[in-house]
């Protein structure tokens, strides 16, 4: 099981970025997936999730509003916009353990498996 992030780069405050994630190894529509960031001497934490029918999403309070969480077939992906400076991180998508979302599960990591190898997100003018 491989999970590959890319699409990130350096883009000025006020910008966007769509994040693409695909899955090889197995059917990424069975599981519910999330997106995660670090920001350096940061612990890890969760952006945004979504159920494996894409029914439930989920947004961390400080990005509500300016991303968007979609999947389809084995890609997932987060459409970053209106960016600031504070979403400066590297960002991870993860598969779920399980199909569904949990509210106070969703952001933690032990709740994922698998992880991609993340791609840097720098938000700088």
């Known amino acids: 099981v491989q999970l590959q992030a890319s699409g990130g780069g350096l883009v000025q405050p006020g910008g966007y970025l769509r994040l693409s994630c695909e899955a090889a190894?197995?059917?990424?529509?069975?599981?519910?997936i999330g997106w995660f960031r670090q920001a350096s001497g940061k612990e890890r934490e969760g952006v945004s999730g979504?159920?494996?029918?894409?029914?439930d999403t989920v947004y961390a309070d400080s990005v509500k509003g300016r991303f968007t969480i979609s999947r389809d077939k084995n890609m997932v992906f987060l459409q970053m916009n209106s960016l600031k400076p504070e979403d400066t991180a590297v960002y991870y998508c993860?598969?779920?353990?399980?199909?569904?979302?949990?509210?106070?599960?969703?952001?933690?990591?032990?709740?994922?498996?698998?992880w991609g190898q993340g791609t840097q997100v720098t938000v700088s003018s």
């Open positions: 190894g197995l059917e990424l529509r069975y599981y519910a």
């Open positions: 993860a598969k779920a353990r399980t199909s569904h979302l949990d509210a106070q599960l969703w952001p933690l990591t032990v709740s994922y498996d698998y």
């Open positions: 979504a159920s494996a029918n894409n029914a």
